[in-house]
């Protein structure tokens, strides 16, 4: 069984979550809940549970705020927020679960699964100062972690020149750092790199504009050289998106 504690500010909603979790999770006992940062403070030491269910907005903080003044974390953390916005963003770049609300039972169990089996107290530590550091600091450099298949890396986005894929294995190619490959799809990295800049060229290929040099016509095929001369196809069907890009480009 997971000792775990339920922390929201509003009452209605933390009650539905106590019940969609005792409903769809046996393995899950809760034994306390809190509806502020400075009450989920109090709670967290008190209690000492193994999985904390956090809310990201409070009215006296962040659920951010709260692990930042209770560090190390010694529990496992999956995090529930309303809204679709910048701390999506920094989650999925942290790799770290979270809820949105109201909760779906489906995803809410598959979270479960992965704090029960999730890794070191040391490796949550280094998503969570990932996560801290992506909010804090500006879109440009902000931080990737990437998993491969015997370790976790935190990368500097503006380090990646292009992304390819391999059906569910993308390799990742930087400026000045061997390659890493990792068993995710272009397509989610493409859904979180797009805001920073990036464009797929191709199926099987997404590519830092920062690192764009020119564009070559020749033979009826289209390809991009990047600034450390890689050749990259371009697709006729994104040849036109292209192009449009280019002539509003700065970089």
């Given at each position: 069984?997971?000792?775990?504690?339920?922390?929201?500010?509003?009452?209605?909603?933390?009650?539905?979550?106590?019940?969609?979790?005792?409903?769809?999770?046996?393995?899950?006992?809760?034994?306390?809940?809190?509806?502020?940062?400075?009450?989920?403070?109090?709670?967290?030491?008190?209690?000492?549970?193994?999985?904390v269910f956090l809310d990201v907005e409070m009215p006296?903080?962040?659920?951010?705020?709260?692990?930042?003044?209770?560090?190390?974390?010694?529990?496992?953390?999956?995090?529930?927020?309303?809204?679709?916005?910048?701390?999506?963003?920094?989650?999925?770049?942290?790799?770290?679960?979270?809820?949105?609300?109201?909760?779906?039972?489906?995803?809410?169990?598959?979270?479960?699964?992965?704090?029960?089996?999730?890794?070191?107290?040391?490796?949550?530590?280094?998503?969570?100062?990932?996560?801290?550091?992506?909010?804090?600091?500006?879109?440009?450099?902000?931080?990737?972690?990437?998993?491969?298949?015997?370790?976790?890396?935190?990368?500097?986005?503006?380090?990646?020149?292009?992304?390819?894929?391999?059906?569910?294995?993308?390799?990742?190619?930087?400026?000045?750092?061997?390659?890493?490959?990792?068993?995710?799809?272009?397509?989610?990295?493409?859904?979180?790199?797009?805001?920073?800049?990036?464009?797929?060229?191709?199926?099987?290929?997404?590519?830092?504009?920062?690192?764009?040099?020119?564009?070559?016509?020749?033979?009826?095929?289209?390809?991009?050289?990047?600034?450390?001369?890689?050749?990259?196809?371009?697709?006729?069907?994104?040849?036109?998106?292209?192009?449009?890009?280019?002539?509003?480009?700065?970089?």
């Open positions: 069984m997971l000792r775990a504690v339920v922390i929201d500010d509003i009452e209605t909603i933390r009650k539905k979550n106590i019940t969609t979790i005792k409903s769809n999770c046996p393995n899950i006992a809760i034994i306390g809940q809190a509806d502020s940062v400075t009450s989920g403070i109090n709670l967290i030491r008190q209690v000492s549970p193994d999985l006296d903080g962040t659920g951010f705020d709260l692990l930042q003044k209770l560090q190390p974390i010694n529990f496992k953390v999956i995090f529930i927020t309303g809204y679709e916005d910048f701390a999506i963003r920094a989650f999925r770049f942290s790799a770290i679960d979270y809820l949105l609300k109201p909760l779906d039972s489906v995803d809410l169990v598959e979270a479960v699964k992965k704090a029960e089996v999730s890794l070191s107290s040391e490796i949550f530590d280094m998503k969570l100062n990932n996560l801290f550091s992506n909010l804090e600091r500006p879109k440009n450099l902000q931080k990737l972690v990437l998993k491969t298949a015997d370790r976790i890396y935190s990368v500097n986005i503006q380090d990646i020149v292009h992304c390819e894929s391999d059906k569910n294995y993308t390799t990742f190619n930087f400026i000045n750092a061997p390659k890493l490959i990792v068993s995710t799809n272009l397509k989610e990295y493409e859904t979180m790199l797009a805001p920073h800049n990036f464009f797929r060229t191709h199926q099987s290929h997404l590519i830092n504009m920062a690192y764009f040099d020119h564009f070559i016509k020749s033979d009826g095929g289209n390809t991009v050289v990047m600034k450390n001369k890689t050749t990259i196809p371009l697709s006729v069907r994104k040849k036109e998106e292209f192009l449009v890009l280019l002539e509003n480009l700065h970089v």
